[in-house]
């Protein structure tokens, strides 16, 4: 068997002693040569000429390592200084040209203020959109009413009732067959006063008010709702759009009924022809109880 361990009488096999490495400083470096001739090309010509010859004639071999306050360890030079100058003149010319990247602070003063209260419970002369597109020809009603409106619940039930004893109200309820969705519409004969409320879920309710029909204005909407073709009717006061008005459609086999608010809030059912027709009488009874605005004048005899 062979053995790395040398025999009896055999004598120890010596090992070439290992060359001495040279010191670093004998060894020529052209690398760092080259990292002297880099760091010296980062700053301008003027900054280059103005560097002292004994700067240019660094010793060959002798590393340079940047380190705080020029300290200097034995044979190392340690220039601190000019790196850090190089190097935030390279961080500003960067800055100048790339684009930043900070987010931009808009000043929250210099931006127009519009009162929320005015915007959302005054009308501006102009009618709606929908409306003015309607008086010039340019969209169909009842088609466009209908896209906006495409699932409106049923109404197939109604009820009257009064309410008070003294300053009675007159309410008719309007609900489908499951009761999800019902219409309440409240007459005040004394004041002249409509009120319609939109009930879903008997959760949200909008309500609309109509508080300046004329007799004028009711009589002609109850006409037109009353034509065998159907059609269109808009029921609304002096005020046109800038208050509370309904539009109806009536069809053979159904009636829909559309409310809108200038407050931007908008509601619709369907009603069936004899919930229809028997809301219009309701309504025609009791606009007719409605007290004479003031007394007749006496006559006169002498």
């Excluded at 002693?17 to 040569?33: G, K, N, Q, Y």
């Excluded at 004639?57 to 850090?84: F, K, L, S």
């Excluded at 990247?101 to 005054?122: E, K």
């Excluded at 906006?148 to 004893?165: H, L, N, Q, W, Y």
């Amino acid at each position: 068997m062979n053995s790395d361990k040398p025999g009896k009488g055999q004598q120890p096999t010596k090992k070439p002693a290992e060359a001495p490495l040279p010191d670093d400083a004998t060894i020529p470096s052209r690398a760092i040569d080259d990292t002297a001739s880099i760091l010296s090309a980062w700053d301008t010509p003027e900054e280059a000429s103005k560097q002292t010859p004994a700067a240019d004639a660094q010793p060959r071999g002798r590393v340079i390592m940047p380190t705080e306050n020029n300290e200097q360890h034995g044979d190392q030079t340690v220039p601190r200084q000019p790196i850090a100058r190089q190097q935030s003149r390279a961080i500003q010319k960067s800055s100048t040209i790339l684009p930043t990247t900070t987010p931009r602070l808009i000043d929250s003063q210099s931006m127009p203020t519009v009162n929320p209260n005015v915007a959302m419970t005054h009308a501006g002369d102009e009618p709606p959109w929908t409306l003015q597109q309607f008086f010039n020809g340019e969209v169909d009603l009842e088609l466009e009413l209908g896209k906006r409106f495409p699932k409106m619940p049923m109404m197939a039930r109604i009820k009257f009732r009064e309410v008070g004893t003294h300053s009675k109200i007159h309410s008719a309820t309007l609900s489908t067959q499951d009761g999800s969705a019902g219409l309440t519409v409240d007459v005040d004969p004394k004041n002249k006063y409509m009120q319609m409320s939109f009930t879903i879920e008997s959760m949200i309710t909008l309500r609309f008010m109509l508080v300046s029909l004329s007799s004028m204005d009711r009589e002609r909407w109850l006409d037109l709702m009353q034509r065998e073709q159907g059609g269109l009717a808009f029921l609304w006061g002096p005020d046109r759009w800038q208050s509370d008005y309904i539009i109806c459609l009536g069809r053979k086999y159904f009636t829909n009924m559309y409310a809108f608010s200038p407050n931007n809030f908008e509601a619709g059912v369907r009603m069936t022809p004899t919930v229809s027709q028997e809301l219009l009488d309701w309504l025609d009874r009791t606009w007719q109880l409605e007290a004479p605005d003031e007394n007749p004048p006496t006559l006169l005899t002498w």
